[in-house]
């Protein structure tokens, strides 16, 4: 293969040998590095085996640019050794730039299938609910390039949830989808910068802050009790009510509690550690009120080992805002709310801080209490052994059922 010292002048006067409809003119000084001559283009190359593959490897061919793009052949050189420098280091030039070039044209919806990937290998507990935050809220940009999302419209969507009266999910898709949009710009670096970069969660009015007192509480005996009777045992949702308030479960564990983590002979429900918000185990025991509620939860064909299943879909139940609904108006299109219904104001959360609250008046040792909820810290594990405290947190819930059976049977 003949070398020549390649100049600007022999750049400007290169042409293809008579015959030939392709020829590459190879730099005597740079390696690898050389002039592609193609009909009546011309085209600075560097060719290189990928890092690792050894000479059996079939040689890659990266493109740097041309005479007329690059203004001298000495900064071609230059721009040919730093990519053969990136080669040596173990970088592959021609892989990287087919992935950007790729990531730069992905859509929206290809990105979130990469994210749902990404969040599956992590073992993210919550990536359902996340991923259909996501995909509900982005319904409308699925099929937009994720360079050509902005942020005024993703604003938009937290806007319009806003204004339906639906600000917890506001807030839940504008922190989920800066998480993604983040993914997508620091690790599959599809995007340069986050389009939702600085939109912060808009600060309470004082009214709004006066409400979030009142709504953040621990239900009072006669409200816990009214909630318990509108709740009752013939809907997946008033039985999911139920649960939380004998459980302290979260939400989402009771809606996501599937069969096979209930072990009724043994008398207890293990929730395993990729459940679980606190990313560790927990154990809620069942005391007969449980028991009976677990005894009217039906058995779903399309989903025989979702708990809660909905009756519609056989799915998770989902449409918290309306099952929740506080308004009076819904009838006769709609039912009404669980809060309408029960003429109680509360959050689902709020059952998970009666519980607490409860096992405190009840005269449980705080310590067994936070086991009871799944609040283990560092020190409790250090003081208690699991199955040393297991007869304790057993009695726990055994207290807290008879108390709410009491208290529902007086209302």
Known sequence: MTKVRLTDANVREAQLSEGKQEQVIWDADVTGFGLRLRGASKSFVVV???????????????KIGTPETIPSVKEARRLAKEALGKVAGGADPVADRAAKREASTARVTDLLGRYDQHMERRGHVNRKTIMSTLRRGLAAHLQTGIRELKGWQLSEVVEKLEADGKRGAADDFRARCSSFLNWATFEARAIDVNPLAGYRKGRHTRAEKVALDTIGRALSDTELAAVWTAAGNSSPFGRLVRFLILSGCRRSEGAGLLWSMVDRKAGFINLPATFTKQARGHRVYIARPLDELLD?????????????????????????????????????????????????????????????????????????????????????????????????????????????????SQS
Not at 354 to 378: M, N, P
């Open 48 to 62: 290189y085996r990928p890092p690792g593959m050894g000479r059996d490897a079939n040689p890659k061919r990266l």
């Open 296 to 408: 009217a939860c039906p058995l779903d064909a399309r989903n025989p080992d979702l708990v809660f299943a909905a009756d519609r879909t056989g799915g998770r139940l989902q449409g918290w805002s309306q099952l929740m609904d506080p308004s009076a108006k819904r009838p006769p299109h709609g039912s009404l709310g669980l809060v309408a219904r029960s003429g109680v104001l509360f959050t689902l959360h709020d059952l998970r801080r009666t519980f607490r609250t409860g096992l405190s008046r009840l005269g449980v040792d705080d310590d067994i209490a936070e086991l009871a909820l799944g609040h283990a810290r560092a020190d409790l594990e250090s003081r208690y052994n699991r199955d040393d405290c297991a007869a304790e947190v057993r009695a726990a819930f055994d207290d807290w059922a008879r108390h709410v059976s009491k208290i529902a």
